[in-house]
């Protein structure tokens, strides 16, 4: 057994010689696809890296509409049935939130009927979901589109490999014809990752602005309830 393992062991140092010999980094597998290759792994990268801004952007935005501050509607409550609505007004207007816009204005038109306030609130409700959604059809789009230019880069890079062994005269090389597919598949690879994070961080966002918008609506909707309970008593 041991004598077994010394004999073995040029075997393995010769294997793992050949395996470094055959071992490319990413970059210059990047590097050898070409001039159409490299143009599309250009555009994926600045598609990365859009994707990645409007992402974390997005998020701290949306991170501002989930946030509660139970003081905040606490003294918006004690302010309301204590019927001081100015100062009602001006901690909303200090408090820089979806939720506190809404409420500011239905505090604007407390005079109003409940259905003019419902509506109003609604309706500042919409423009804050429009708001927290900015972009978000950018990165949705993203995540459809990259993996389909990074399928065109293949495609090319597949066409112009055929397009040389046609040239060749019938010489086909083996190691020339792998050497263009597995270059032009890079472009596929780098699409794929791309799209797969944009998706990923699209549902994400998506999900976030769900659990935002629910926040706010529980929050208008208990405000609907003390301005029915002081105008029916």
Not at 42 to 65: G, N
Request: charged letters at 20%; aromatic letters at 10%; one cysteine or more.
């Amino acid at each position: 057994m041991f004598l077994n393992s010394i004999f073995s062991q040029p075997d393995s140092l010769m294997l793992s010689e050949n395996i470094d010999a055959n071992t490319i980094s990413i970059i210059e597998l990047f590097a050898q696809g070409g001039t159409a290759g490299q143009i599309i792994i250009i555009v994926l990268f600045i598609l990365s890296i859009i994707t990645m801004y409007l992402f974390f952007e997005r998020l701290f935005s949306i991170k501002k509409a989930l946030y509660q501050d139970e003081y905040f509607f606490n003294s918006i409550k004690d302010f309301l049935y204590d019927d001081k609505y100015s100062s009602a007004i001006d901690l909303c207007q200090n408090t820089d939130t979806p939720t506190a816009r809404m409420l500011e204005k239905g505090i604007s038109r407390i005079d109003k009927t409940l259905d003019d306030i419902s509506t109003s609130i609604n309706n500042v409700g919409k423009l804050e979901l429009s708001k927290l959604e900015n972009n978000l059809a950018i990165i949705g789009t993203i995540s459809g589109a990259a993996p389909m230019i990074g399928f065109l880069g293949t495609v090319i890079g597949m066409v112009l490999a055929f397009y040389e062994m046609a040239s060749s005269g019938g010489q086909i090389d083996i190691e020339m014809l792998s050497k263009g597919i597995y270059t032009a598949m890079t472009t596929t690879v780098a699409g794929l990752i791309v799209g797969i994070v944009a998706y990923i961080s699209y549902n994400y966002l998506v999900s976030k602005i769900t659990k935002a918008v629910s926040i706010m609506e529980s929050v208008s909707i208990e405000f609907l309830d003390i301005i029915y309970d002081k105008k029916n008593n």
